[in-house]
């Protein structure tokens, strides 16, 4: 019996862990986190002047931080325009790809119902053949007539069967070699 195609094969969607996003979007946008790495210790040497009495000092660092906040915003802002094309790009044809796959799955299970579909037909028309022969024989009983004239008309039948079962495999095969 062949596999059922299922929405839930061959997962493509990688799951990122944090530590993995963040190395990604460091390397995209390298100065965000050195601007953020830069106002942190503006900060904390700006902590540290007062903490020890340095007015001065403590303004000066102060005014550092708000700078580097500021380049910070900027590159986040500059990063952001030039990735977000690209991020763009990327999910657009990431989708498209999603849905050319739907499509081929889609397609490959109305092949598969269409399959099942000839092979009920098909064990259906069997089994009314094999009722209609077992009338014939029971009548060709009654009346007497031989075995042999039977047999032959069961042969000749499955001939005819063949054929078409063989057929039918031939083109399935030759349709999963297009799609390979």
């Known amino acids: 019996m062949s596999k059922i195609p299922s929405s839930f094969d061959n997962r493509d969607v990688a799951e990122v862990d944090f530590i993995d996003k963040c190395i990604k979007n460091c390397k995209e946008q390298p100065f965000v986190p050195l601007g953020t790495l830069a106002t942190c ?13 340095n007015k001065q000092g403590a303004q000066k660092w102060f005014r550092y931080r708000v700078a580097f906040q500021g380049f910070t915003i900027a590159a986040l802002v500059v990063g952001g325009l030039v990735y ?9 044809s990431r989708e498209e790809a999603i849905h050319e796959k739907a499509k081929l799955r889609e ?3 109305i092949e598969e ?5 000839f ?39 499955e001939t005819k069967l063949q054929p078409e079962s063989s057929n039918n495999e031939e083109t399935s095969k030759s349709e999963s070699g297009e799609k390979a």
Not at 84 to 92: A, L, P, Q
Not at 113 to 117: A, G, I, K, T
């Open 113 to 117: 119902l269409e399959r099942r579909d």
């Open 84 to 92: 977000g094309k690209d991020n763009y790009e990327r999910k657009k």
């Open 41 to 53: 210790v503006a900060v904390g040497l700006a902590a540290h002047s007062i903490r020890i009495g």
């Open 119 to 157: 092979e009920a037909k098909q064990r259906k028309q069997r089994a009314e053949w094999a009722r209609q022969k077992a009338k014939e024989m029971e009548e060709q009983e009654k009346a007497g007539i031989s075995e042999s004239k039977i047999l032959k008309e069961v042969q000749e039948v």
């Open 107 to 109: 397609k490959l299970w």
